[in-house]
T-cell receptor
């Protein structure tokens, strides 16, 4: 059974600090990795995707992938109250099924 | 550029009834995937349609079926509704089976009473 694991939180981070969200996956053959943000009552919104080992930066967001450790993370710099949401990690396994974690609730403290 | 659209927004059905949900993908996308999201959970993959065929399926019973039309839009049908089918149903579109990023529609909130 392919799995994607995330700490459910809530993760509380002071405004202006760095929020660090983590995700592990079980299928070593997984090809692509995604982070989605989901506000309560809304659908998921894609914020980052990464395919290769290393870091990918987009504005205040950095995704980090380590395939050897089967680990992907998301860093949010200069956290804002509007970043308070649930962050979903998703993995495209080798059979093209996309598996989501249960999400981490992030709360930015003003 | 129109994003992913879904209809209806909300739906209330009774146990045993059947429901059809609809999705139009983002312009230029050819693949539609359907997900079920229960409260407090991540989206669960139901199935994926590409070139009008079901290409992948998650662990959902045959009561869940779908269709993709030549214009890439898609329907999700659920027969013999259970109370446990109450959830947010999400449609996501992508290019070529979702190996690149996929984008979600606003979802359909289904309540089964």
């Amino acid at each position: 059974q392919k799995e994607v694991e995330q700490n459910s939180g809530p993760l509380s981070v002071p405004e202006g600090a760095i929020a660090s969200l983590n995700c592990t996956y079980s299928d070593r053959g997984s090809q692509s990795f995604f982070w989605y943000r989901q506000y309560s009552g809304k659908s998921p919104e894609l914020i980052m995707f990464i395919y290769s080992n290393g870091d990918k930066e987009d504005g205040r967001f950095t995704a980090q992938l380590n395939k050897a450790s089967q680990y992907v993370s998301l860093l949010i710099r200069d956290s804002q109250p509007s970043d308070s949401a649930t962050y979903l990690c998703a993995v495209n396994a080798r059979d093209d099924k996309i598996i989501f974690g249960k999400g981490t609730r992030l709360h930015i403290l003003p | 550029d129109a994003g992913v659209t879904q209809s209806p927004t909300h739906l209330i059905k009774t146990r045993g009834q059947q429901v059809t949900l609809r999705c139009s993908p983002k312009s230029g996308h050819d693949t539609v995937s359907w997900y079920q999201q229960a409260l407090g959970q991540g989206p669960q993959f139901i199935f994926q349609y590409y070139e009008e065929e079901e290409r992948q399926r998650g662990n959902f019973p045959d009561r869940f079926s779908g269709h993709q039309f030549p214009n890439y839009s898609s329907e999700l049908n659920v027969n013999a509704l259970w109370l446990g089918d109450s959830a947010l149903y999400l449609c996501a579109s992508s290019l070529y089976r979702g190996r690149d990023e996929q984008y979600f529609g606003p979802g359909t909130r289904l309540t089964v009473t």
